[in-house]
């Protein structure tokens, strides 16, 4: 690290350690609930899809859910004269709990890359915001792709984070017998979308999936699609096999980006998502739990690397408020047209 990069970088952790109100933030530390709500509120931030959903502090690492969804009927009359007027709760939150585990965001930052931030103003929010960016990101990987929470986790093996919590698709794969996801077609095991399988069109995939979701629910103004990458790009591409000699189609098509109406929900497109995923909710059903007061962060100057380590560890859960309102397609077994006549 240059003379000129280490004078920015002690600046900036010695403003840290103000901020946090402790002697030195080379050791553990926590923050103040005030700072540390901050501190979450500034990850959240980073990403705009962490900002559609429910990012909560709970003060119990595990517990009940604590939103919900509006269901049933509340309008009513009573005769008052025999009967007491009775109230009804209008979230029907699930009767399952949740639990936090401790996640860890460790990142590091090589020398020359904070040699070339040092001349930059914002050196500390360019050090900052990395960090931030790098734990949204994972945060959204692990709440899409996570199957299990291990003891010990093999990032190898499980590239997408499988292996660091329960996410919201495993939660619907878990409720109900898996009610709540549609996992194969016509053939065993196996979801084909595309002309001459199971589902002609992603307009039919969803208006199906959208079947899964219960009756209070599925007349609501709050439900979108969420569609991967890959799904959207087939139905892109019959697009243009369909419409897109013609001029004034095929500019219709690149200037819609194919984020459109389908099932009759509007359809998102959202960073890590499942690129043969689709998932159908709203966007306050999905929610993600810290801990208060269990964020442990520390920076660590490794000279041994030419690196300096920003440790961070947190406890969280993801929660799918009513699982009644969620459905989704099990992406690993979606198969799209191979241009040879087959499915891959």
């Known amino acids: 690290m240059r003379n000129d990069t280490r004078l920015k970088f002690s600046a900036m952790v010695t403003a840290m350690a103000t901020t946090y109100a402790v002697t030195s933030v080379e050791k553990s530390f926590s923050a103040t609930p005030s700072v540390e709500q901050k501190l979450m509120d500034k990850v959240v931030e980073s990403s705009a899809f962490l900002q559609r959903i429910n990012v909560v502090g709970v003060d119990e690492i595990k517990g009940q859910k604590i939103l919900g969804s509006v269901a049933g009927m509340v309008g009513k009359r009573t005769n008052t004269t025999n009967n007491d007027r009775q109230t009804v709760d209008p979230l029907g939150l699930d009767p399952f709990d949740y639990e936090c585990v401790k996640t860890e965001y460790d990142v590091h930052i090589l020398y020359q890359t904070l040699d070339a931030w040092a001349k930059f103003k914002d050196f500390n929010d360019r050090f900052l915001k990395y960090v931030r960016v790098a734990i949204a990101h994972a945060r959204i990987k692990h709440g899409f792709y996570g199957t299990q929470a291990a003891a010990v986790t093999d990032s190898s093996n499980n590239p997408n984070g499988e292996d660091v919590n329960v996410g919201w698709f495993q939660h619907l794969r878990d409720y109900n017998s898996s009610a709540q996801m549609l996992t194969e077609g016509g053939t065993a095991g ?13 307009d039919a995939m969803v208006h199906d999936v959208l079947q899964l979701v219960a009756d209070p629910f599925r007349d609501g103004d709050d439900l979108v699609a969420l569609i991967g990458r890959d ?31 389908y099932g009759g929900l509007p359809a998102h497109s959202v960073p890590f998502f499942p690129s043969r995923g689709l998932m159908i909710t709203s966007w306050d059903n999905l929610s993600l739990y810290y801990q208060n007061g269990a964020v442990r962060q520390k920076i660590e100057d490794n000279s041994k690397r030419d690196r300096v380590e920003h440790y961070n560890t947190m406890n969280e859960a993801y929660v799918v408020e009513t699982l009644d309102k969620a459905a989704g397609v099990e992406f690993k077994n979606v198969e799209l047209p191979n241009g040879e006549g087959g499915w891959a």
């Open 190 to 202: 196996k979801i084909r979308l595309g002309n001459g399988g199971d589902y002609a069109n992603l």
């Open 231 to 261: 799904l959207l790009a087939q139905d892109k591409s019959q697009l243009y096999t369909a419409q897109g000699q013609k001029p004034t189609e095929k500019e219709r098509i690149e200037n819609s980006a194919v984020i459109r109406t």
